[in-house]
C-alpha cells in the first residue's frame, strides 16, 4: 500500500466532518472523485427516504468500501470538471444527494449536490 492510500486510508477512524474536509481538500488537488460501480451502473444507498450516491477522495479508499454488500464494485475516477457541470447537477435535478467519503462502516456526512457544488466551487 502506498503512503497516500495509507493516509487516505486512516481517514477511515476520524469522525465523518474531519473526512468530509479531507476529501474536499484531495478531490481539489487530485481534480477527481472516485465511486463504486459495476455492470449496472454506480452505487446509490438508501438513507431513509433519500437515494445517495457515495464518493471518495482516491481510488485506494473507494476500493477499501468494496466490501460486505458493496463486495464486487469497482472504483470509478470521475474528472472534477465532470463532477461539477455534469454529476452534481443531475443529481440535484433527480433529488439525490451525496454521501460524502463513508468509511467502512458506511458512515458519512449527507449533503445535498448542490451544497458540495458550492464547497468545491469556493
Same mark, same amino acid.
Given at each position: 500500500?502506498?503512503?497516500?492510500?495509507?493516509?487516505?486510508?486512516?481517514?477511515?477512524? !476520524?469522525?465523518? !466532518?474531519?473526512?468530509? &474536509?479531507?476529501?474536499? &481538500?484531495?478531490?481539489?488537488?487530485? !481534480?477527481?472523485? =472516485? #465511486?463504486?460501480?459495476?455492470? &449496472?451502473?454506480?452505487?446509490?444507498?438508501?438513507?431513509?427516504? !433519500?437515494?445517495?450516491?457515495? #464518493? =471518495?477522495?482516491?481510488?485506494d479508499a473507494a476500493a477499501a468500501c468494496a466490501i460486505a454488500d458493496w463486495k464486487g464494485l469497482e472504483p470509478l475516477a470521475v474528472s472534477l470538471v465532470d463532477w461539477m457541470e455534469k454529476w452534481l447537477p443531475g443529481m440535484e435535478k433527480d433529488g439525490r444527494v451525496v454521501a460524502v467519503f463513508p468509511n467502512l462502516a458506511g458512515e458519512s456526512l449527507v449533503v445535498a449536490a448542490s451544497e458540495l457544488y458550492a464547497e468545491l466551487d469556493a
Open positions: 500500500m502506498t503512503d497516500t492510500a495509507k493516509n487516505t486510508t486512516a481517514l477511515f477512524g !476520524e469522525k465523518s !466532518e474531519t473526512r468530509y &474536509e479531507a476529501f474536499l &481538500e484531495m478531490a481539489l488537488a487530485a !481534480e477527481q472523485v =472516485w #465511486v463504486l460501480k459495476d455492470d &449496472e451502473g454506480c452505487l446509490i444507498v438508501t438513507s431513509g427516504d !433519500e437515494e445517495c450516491l457515495p #464518493v =471518495w477522495p482516491s481510488e
